[in-house]
């Protein structure tokens, strides 16, 4: 038996098996590195849940003590005074399976001498939704006076990031995400690098329930993950059905040719070698 083994010390057999050594570990390894991060994916899933239902539950606190906002305080309820001053929509933002628009009035807080005047920063707030294409005669008046407004603390949006758009030429007085980036060129005073949404709408309107931190959900990615996990074990499981499926293969050619039954690439070889060559006189002559 030993001898039909005796093909595993040759060095073609001798690549074969160091790449089988290392390629099976490797394919672990990567597998369980993607069945990591879909695990990490899945707890921070759960963990943003946790928080959201522990953030509706919370008193306030001040904006000013919850900036800058991350995962840890995004969601969380803030409390800001201040007046209301120009207000801006956002079209084309989905809710319960409608399309309709935002409604976004900034509020001028400390500093601030009223709607005209002052040097204090202003917070994006969303003060509710409404269905339908975006019109600033539908959208109702933000309240006048100093005013105390309560919601949850949200980070500025990118494009593409909870239906924002990148899109440009959009009419004056709407732009596409809430942030500080897209505000900037709108307004002459600093504004707040995050935005609240109302607990309440204000008549007329629909509260925008808050988001979840980016990147703590059950996304797309995180089912790449999945996917990626299986495809490095099932990688991993063909390189070993491959090394048996050749490692039989060859015992039973050699044993074959142990027994006679077939010609071993050695002998074979040699016989090609030893054939004498036809002679030109063997030759048919036309």
């Not at 504004?191 to 949404?197: C, E, L, S």
Request: neutral net charge; proline residues 7%; hydrophobic residues 40%.
């Amino acid at each position: 038996m030993g001898r039909v083994y005796r093909f595993l010390l040759t060095p073609r057999w001798w690549g074969i098996n160091v790449f089988v050594v290392l390629a099976i570990p490797f394919c672990v390894f990567m597998g369980s590195w993607q069945l990591g991060r879909f695990e990490d994916r899945v707890q921070g899933h759960k963990d943003a849940s946790a928080q959201s239902t522990a953030n509706e539950k919370a008193a306030p606190r001040p904006l000013d003590s919850l900036l800058p906002v991350d995962q840890k305080t995004s969601g969380k309820r803030a409390t800001a005074t201040g007046h209301y001053g120009r207000q801006l929509l956002v079209p084309g933002r989905e809710l319960d399976g409608r399309t309709g628009f935002y409604v976004v009035t900034l509020l001028r807080t400390d500093g601030s001498a009223g709607p005209g005047g002052g040097d204090g920063k202003a917070l994006p707030v969303v003060r509710g939704w409404m269905p339908g294409a975006a019109s600033a005669a539908k959208a109702p008046a933000a309240p006048k006076g100093e005013v105390t407004v309560t919601g949850a603390l949200q980070a500025s949006e990118s494009p593409g990031s909870n239906g924002a758009s990148a899109a440009g030429g959009l009419p004056t007085g709407q732009l596409g995400a809430i942030s500080a980036a897209s505000l900037v060129n709108l307004v002459p005073y600093d504004v707040y690098d995050a935005w609240i949404t109302l607990d309440t709408a204000d008549a007329g309107m629909t509260a925008v329930p808050a988001t979840a931190p980016q990147g703590s959900g059950l996304d797309l990615k995180a089912f790449q993950n999945l996917g990626y996990t299986g495809e490095w074990f099932v990688f991993a499981g063909f390189v070993v059905f491959m090394w048996f499926r050749l490692l039989r293969r060859e015992a039973e050619f050699t044993r074959d040719a142990m027994l006679g039954l077939t010609d071993s690439p050695t002998e074979t070889t040699q016989e090609q070698e030893q054939a004498p060559e036809p002679s030109p006189e063997a030759s048919p002559r036309g």
